[in-house]
T-cell receptor
Framework: EDQVTQSPEALRLQEGESSSLNCSYT??????LFWYRQDPGKGPEFLFT???AGEEKEKERLKATLTKKESFLHITAPKPEDSATYLC?????????????FGSGTQLTVLP | EPEVTQTPSHQVTQMGQEVILRCVPI?????FYWYRQILGQKVEFLVS????????KSEIFDDQFSVERPDGSNFTLKIRSTKLEDSAMYFC????????????????FGEGSRLTVL
């Protein structure tokens, strides 16, 4: 069974204080690992897809990296508007299943 | 970025009633999904829909649930005889591809429909 574990559950940062969020996963063949941002009461908003170990993607203050067992979402000099829950999800390679398995998320709060 | 549109944004119903949640996916997309998120819990897969039929469903998606695409555009989730534990956010998602061979895997989610069962 595919599993995704995210840590920490919650993270409070001062504006400008860089940090990283962790996503550990087990999957029977990885088709892709996805990062989403979710604001309260809203749907997940797509950020990145990573397909293979060593791959990196960047978008503004965010950078996602991938190894064979985990992914990191690095946040550089965050701003209050980066406050949200960040979700990690994996998509399996095998079988007919194309659904995503999500982690519980990391709730990020950036204080001004 | 194209949008997936969901209605209603919030529905309150009495236990035992039937509800229909609606979704307008991005046009020309082929794969559609329903996910749900109980307050404070993970986003969970319910069902995937391709070529006007269910392609995959989770153990959550029992006989109480059904999906259809009645008019080629709207995509609906019907929940019969609602229970208190059905209270959740229900998200429609579709896959950003037109041809099956160009599968980038990314799902685009709607804003969700909050269902409250009393």
């Amino acid at each position: 069974e595919d599993q995704v574990t995210q840590s920490p559950e919650a993270l409070r940062l001062q504006e400008g204080e860089s940090s990283s969020l962790n996503c550990s996963y087990t999957v029977s063949g990885l088709r892709g690992l996805f990062w989403y941002r979710q604001d309260p009461g809203k749907g997940p908003e797509f950020l990145f897809t990573l397909y293979s170990a060593g791959e990196e993607k960047e978008k503004e203050r965010l950078k996602a990296t991938l190894t064979k067992k985990e992914s990191f979402l690095h946040i550089t000099a965050p701003k209050p508007e980066d406050s949200a829950t960040y979700l990690c999800a994996v998509q399996p390679l095998s079988g007919s299943a194309r659904q995503l398995t999500f982690g519980s998320g990391t709730q990020l709060t950036v204080l001004p | 970025e194209p949008e997936v549109t969901q209605t209603p944004s919030h529905q309150v119903t009495q236990m035992g009633q039937e509800v229909i949640l609606r979704c307008v996916p991005i046009s020309n997309h082929l794969y559609f999904y329903w996910y749900r998120q109980i307050l404070g819990q993970k986003v969970e897969f319910l069902v995937s829909f391709y070529n006007n039929e269910i392609s995959e469903k989770s153990e959550i998606f029992d006989d109480q649930f059904s999906v259809e695409r009645p008019d080629g555009s709207n995509f609906t989730l019907k929940i019969r005889s609602t229970k208190l534990e059905d209270s959740a956010m229900y998200f429609c998602a579709d896959k950003g591809l037109v041809r099956p061979l160009r599968d980038t895997g990314e799902l685009f989610f709607g804003e969700g429909s909050r269902l409250t069962v009393l």
